[in-house]
């Protein structure tokens, strides 16, 4: 381990093996840091942050500050950070309400630098989000997803795998898994193939989900029909599955499709 004499590091903070702090970072009493962890100067980990093991925290990242939520009452929260996840300069992740209890980055993700994720944000394991990104409360985004600079999402919106968004896109309706969004309003513009290559997909299963994105986007169905088409005409798959669950799960509605 080590400290530099610089930091402010509360006694009672629980950091593992060869935890680095470098000058002028600020740890507060109820954190707790895994082995291996760099934080950086200016860094601050408030009350409540929970940091991994072997993670990586610029200069002038905020973890674990309240939320920016008027009906916080100063409940019990956390904001945690998974294991291998880089948390560039100035990023700020806001504690958790009593909604979930947590705001949560999983592990092997690259936050950029002047990213905010608000109270409640929940986020998988391997998900990229570019500079400037804001995060409203409440948002969900799964494994794999990438969001490109200064995409900007409403509250309680889900974004699922392996999607991708383009750069500077206004999210308000959710994102289902394995797509491409860009325009606005939001609207689908293809099937992630590049990024479902890149983790193992074969072409069959590609094949696969651009055939059911053809029913539900392409073919100006309205999203009931569409679901319904897909059940009856297209085989079952782990694909189909995922799509259609993420679907029926999505009572604020999902994104334009390219005919609307």
């Given amino acids: ?18 935890v680095v702090v470098e000058p002028f970072a600020t740890i507060y009493a109820d954190v707790t840091i895994g082995d291996g962890t ?19 925290i610029f200069p002038g990242a905020v973890i674990g500050a309240i939320p920016q939520d008027l009906k916080f009452a100063g409940e019990y929260t956390t904001a945690e950070v998974g294991d291998g996840t880089t948390i560039r300069e100035c990023v700020t992740i806001n504690r958790g309400t009593a909604d979930r209890q947590r705001t949560a980055v999983g592990s092997n993700c690259l936050l950029m630098a002047y990213v905010h994720l ?10 990229v989000i570019a500079n400037s990104v804001n995060l409203a409360g409440h948002v969900t985004i799964d494994d794999w997803a990438i969001l490109e600079g200064n995409v900007a999402v409403q509250q309680f919106l889900h974004i699922g795998a ?19 969004a860009a325009r ?10 590049v ?5 193992g997909y074969t072409d069959e299963q590609v094949a696969r989900i651009e055939d059911i994105y053809r029913e539900i986007f ?5 999203v009931e029909r569409a679901v319904q088409s897909v059940e009856q005409t297209l085989p079952r798959s782990p694909e189909r599955g995922q799509i259609l669950d993420f679907i029926r799960n999505s009572p604020k509605g999902i994104m334009r499709g390219l005919a609307e």
């Fill in 184 to 193: 606005e309003p939001l609207s689908y513009v293809g099937v992630n193939v």
């Fill in 218 to 222: 392409v073919r100006n169905n309205n």
């Fill in 195 to 199: 990024g479902l290559r890149r983790r």
């Fill in 118 to 127: 608000a109270h409640d944000c929940v986020l998988g394991n391997n998900i």
């Fill in 162 to 180: 392996h999607s991708f968004i383009a750069g500077a896109s206004l999210v308000r309706k959710n994102v289902p898994p394995f797509v491409k």
């Fill in 1 to 18: 381990m080590s400290i530099s004499p610089l930091a402010s590091v509360h006694p009672d903070a629980k950091l593992g093996r060869d």
């Fill in 38 to 56: 760099w934080i950086g100067p200016n860094a601050v980990l408030m009350d409540g942050a929970r940091i991994g093991s072997r993670c990586r």
